[in-house]
């Protein structure tokens, strides 16, 4: 994941640069869903989608103002269970004012983007949705539409990671929320946040809010009983003064708090969405070394089977911690063989639906960490 790309997408998106659509260069200079530069942004959405591979599909509503740009990328075992990755692309203020919403919410919509560029050609085994919500700004609109529409057609959604606003620390303190509720399964998608910056070494300050607030794309979810978080800058305390502002622009960005909060969602969603075995793992996403540990099934339904492969032998643990670090079950202490050491363990007497750590750790100074869930 790159912060260079996601700035490019900002600064393209927010009028900082021209882009072309195929109409030759032209500024965006507001994103307010009565504005034209509105269109011309989901155009740019598009053609950027486009150039990655994808096929974006336009979900279109009041009575076709508004349009929700999605794209999907099929899960390989379970392409019915659909993890959801998003932001709103429309902005505030409205009539002639200038409406760049560069973090509000150029940040999360750039992430988006940037996701849907690391992700293309790597396999899942849920379907995972990244998705461009318009008419947030009304009223949540357009997620309340995608939502409800989902709900009627009983999809089964394993989580939602909703990013609004993520590029903003006035006063430099790193701290960050996530915005959780018991709703559904959304706790313990917030616990599987805080495992993904622990295992990944992201060293985001994380202030959680439960119940969470209402004002962003995460909470049409809820009101549908799907699991959804929400991602943000400590906007309670520390909020951007240039909030629906025309000074709402890039050049008051943080760019590395930036750059952790969108590997944060990003390594959620891939942890939601499972990645098949083979070279590809939320590792090769967030820029970590590979772990050389693999897991099998995941989800479990109690028995989960792990294979350890070393280049040289070592002494070595293999132990289970809960979604906080916190040690749940040793597996093994003892003498590693070069190659392929195999591991199994029976978690039947564990709480299903919680989101679990295996780590492996050896006496060279090595560590591997991989993510496993059980099922009911």
């Known amino acids: 994941m790159s912060v260079d790309s996601m700035l490019v997408y900002v600064n393209e998106m927010s009028g900082e640069v021209p882009i072309d659509v195929g109409n030759g260069p ?7 869903s009565d504005n034209a530069g509105n269109a011309l942004a989901a155009l740019y959405y598009q053609q950027k989608f486009t150039s990655w591979g994808y096929t974006p599909t336009i979900q279109g509503f009041s009575a076709g103002s508004g349009e929700n740009i999605l794209v999907e990328i099929p899960g390989q075992v379970h392409p019915g269970r659909k993890v959801i990755l998003c932001g ?6 409205g009539g002639i004012a200038a409406a760049p919403a560069a973090d509000d919410d150029g940040s999360g919509t750039a992430a988006v983007l940037e996701a849907a560029r690391v992700l293309a050609g790597l396999q899942f085994e849920n379907t995972i949705v990244l998705a461009l919500w318009d008419e947030e700004e009304q009223g949540k609109i357009g997620s309340i539409y995608y939502a409800g529409a989902a709900a009627a057609n009983d999809d089964t959604i394993v989580g939602v ?5 993520i590029a903003y620390d006035g006063n430099g303190d790193g701290l ?4 959780t509720k018991a709703v559904a399964n959304s706790i313990a998608i917030k616990d599987t946040a805080l495992l993904v910056n622990t295992a990944y070494g ?3 300050n994380i202030a959680i ?4 607030a209402q004002y962003s794309d995460h909470a049409s979810f809820w009101s549908e009983a799907y699991g959804a978080i929400l991602v943000i800058e400590d906007f309670d305390n520390d909020p951007n003064p240039r909030y629906h502002t025309p000074n709402d622009r890039v050049q ?14 990003l390594g959620t969603l891939a942890h939601l969405a499972i990645p098949i075995s083979g070279g590809t793992g939320v590792s090769d996403i967030s820029g970590v070394l590979q772990p050389g540990l693999e897991l099998w099934p995941v989800p479990t339904q109690g028995l989960l089977n792990l294979t350890l492969r070393l280049s040289d032998a070592a002494h070595g643990s293999v132990n289970v911690l809960d979604a906080l670090g916190r040690p749940v079950r040793s597996i093994f202490e003892g003498e590693l063989r070069a190659g392929r050491n195999a591991f199994s363990v029976d978690l039947n007497d564990l709480p299903p639906g919680g989101y679990l750590l295996v780590q492996c750790n ?3 100074g090595h560590s591997w960490t991989a993510r496993a869930v059980v099922m009911p």
């Open 26 to 32: 032209e500024l965006i200079v507001s994103r307010h």
């Open 88 to 93: 709103h692309y429309d902005a505030i203020p």
């Open 161 to 165: 990671v909703n990013m609004d606003a």
């Open 176 to 179: 960050m929320r996530i915005h």
């Open 202 to 204: 992201l060293g985001a």
């Open 209 to 212: 809010n439960n119940p969470g």
């Open 252 to 265: 008051y960005f943080d760019v590395p708090y930036y750059e952790q909060l969108a590997k944060l969602s």
């Open 362 to 364: 050896d006496d060279h």
